[in-house]
């Protein structure tokens, strides 16, 4: 199975901030990418896929590169409904389509 | 819109069973993949199983093959997980999500599974 994982597991910032999210796999994945968000009792939210689209809807704050092992997920200016768990996910070889341990986001 | 509402879960004894159901609206319940996702209490995300659209390509996780089972009725437009041999550690909420070209773009709300004595 490959591996995903994600640096840091928590970050601590405050809104208005730039945030960058890491997700290394164990082998390559070309761009078959994703990135979700969750908050506190709800359902992951897709956020982006193919490591840079963004599912319609989402702000255009967050933003998403890379490709083959290595991919960040940016949030150009965090607001306060941005704090929150984030989760990427690999769906190049599957199954099992497996996902980083996810990195916490919250307010300094 | 696109809707997935999953119900079943509560609490049962480690070796028994469980039948979650997920009722899909919205969409064309019939042309996508469906996917079961679960969490246990404050750990990450865990792909458990997935089910083609005609229902005749299946996929579990190691860690639940041989006892669980997915299936769907797409004249109902519902996804099951029939769970069975329950353990301690299966205790998690378990999302049902649409799949589309391999990701998941749409989550239901989760129901929770509690397994113990």
């Known amino acids: 199975a490959i591996r995903m994982t994600q640096s840091p597991s928590s970050l601590s910032a405050s809104t208005g901030d730039r945030v960058t999210i890491t997700c290394r796999a164990s082998q390559g994945i070309s761009s078959y990418l994703a990135w979700y968000q969750q908050k506190p009792g709800k359902a992951p939210k897709l956020l982006i896929y193919?490591?840079?689209t963004l599912q319609s809807g989402v702000p255009s704050r967050f933003s998403g590169s890379g490709s083959g092992t290595d991919f960040t997920l940016t949030i150009s200016c965090l607001q306060s409904e941005d704090f929150a768990t984030y989760y990427c996910q690999q769906y190049y070889s599957y199954p099992p389509k497996t996902f980083g341990q996810g990195t916490k986001v919250e307010i300094k | 819109q696109v809707q997935l509402v999953e119900s079943g879960g509560g609490l049962v004894k480690p070796g028994g069973s469980l039948r979650l159901s997920c009722a899909a609206s919205g969409f064309t319940f019939s042309d996508y993949y469906m996917s079961w996702i679960r969490q246990a209490p404050g750990k990450g995300l865990e792909w458990v199983s997935y089910?083609?659209?005609?229902?005749?390509?299946?996929y579990y996780a190691d860690s639940v093959k041989g006892r669980f089972t997915i299936s769907r009725d797409n004249a109902k437009n519902s996804l099951y997980l029939q769970m069975n041999s329950l353990r301690a550690e299966d205790t998690a909420v378990y999302y049902c999500a649409r799949e589309y070209s391999g990701y998941e773009d749409y989550w239901g709300q989760g129901t929770l599974v509690t397994v113990s004595s």
């Open positions: 089910i083609s659209s005609s229902g005749s390509t299946i």
């Open positions: 193919a490591a840079s």
